[in-house]
């Protein structure tokens, strides 16, 4: 995420281990502060209220996640929608492994019903949406991809891409698999490469699949 000075990157961090640990509403200011080894003012001043900061956090994740998508569709006409999603995929997962806190406790709270969370899938999730569509409808229109359901797509896309944050600690535990590393990373992106080349490609044969 962005850069940030000393004493609001110790909050963000220290919030974010803590909402991850225990819930937004079994997490204090004090429990930040003490975690963050700050006096409880800082986080008034940064970001005003405990709500500040959760949509501080919010805010944030979802501005980069949004810029990542949208700055490889800007390349859609020169790279063409397969490499673009390509593109797209490896780039959200790589982004989620190195904000792994922010995407596991962000994406766990959009899954509830707050008034945050409708201003986000009324902002942050439908330009996420519009992007998606973009890039498939172009493939489709190119030829590129075969016909398909694109809410349906795109909802089966979105699973795939957050299963190594929603399910991480089933990947720990059962599977053996670390979901931040390197090398888990690596093989889960061309997994994903080979299915979704598998499954939409409009070519009955996708050997030449770029990451």
């Not at 949509?55 to 994740?61: A, N, Q, S």
């Not at 492994?97 to 509830?112: C, D, G, K, V």
């Not at 519009?130 to 493939?139: C, D, N, R, S, T």
Request: with cysteine.
């Amino acid at each position: 995420m962005k850069p940030l000075n000393n004493t609001k990157k110790v909050i963000i961090e220290s919030a974010l281990y803590l909402f991850h640990l225990r819930g937004f509403h079994g997490t204090s200011i004090r429990d930040i502060a003490n975690k963050a080894n700050i006096n409880p003012a800082n986080i008034s001043y940064y970001f005003k209220s405990k709500q500040g900061l959760l949509e501080y956090c919010f805010i944030t994740y979802l501005e980069e996640y949004t810029h990542l998508i949208e700055k490889e569709v800007k390349q859609l006409d020169d790279i063409g929608p397969k490499q673009c999603l390509l593109r797209i995929i490896k780039k959200i997962l790589y982004f989620n492994s190195e904000n792994f806190l922010a995407a596991r406790f962000i994406l766990r709270e959009m899954a509830l019903d707050s008034n945050l969370n409708r201003e986000v899938l009324s902002t942050y999730l439908a330009k996420e949406k519009y992007l998606f569509e973009l890039v498939i409808k172009k493939g489709i229109q190119a030829k590129n991809f075969k016909k398909v359901s694109i809410s349906s797509f795109i909802l089966q896309l979105k699973g795939l891409i957050t299963s190594p944050v929603f399910n991480a600690h089933y990947s720990i535990e059962v599977l053996h698999s670390f979901p931040q590393e390197k090398y888990f990373l690596e093989q889960y992106n061309d997994q994903m490469a080979r299915f979704i080349s598998s499954y939409l490609w409009e070519e009955t044969h996708s050997s030449r699949i770029m990451n």
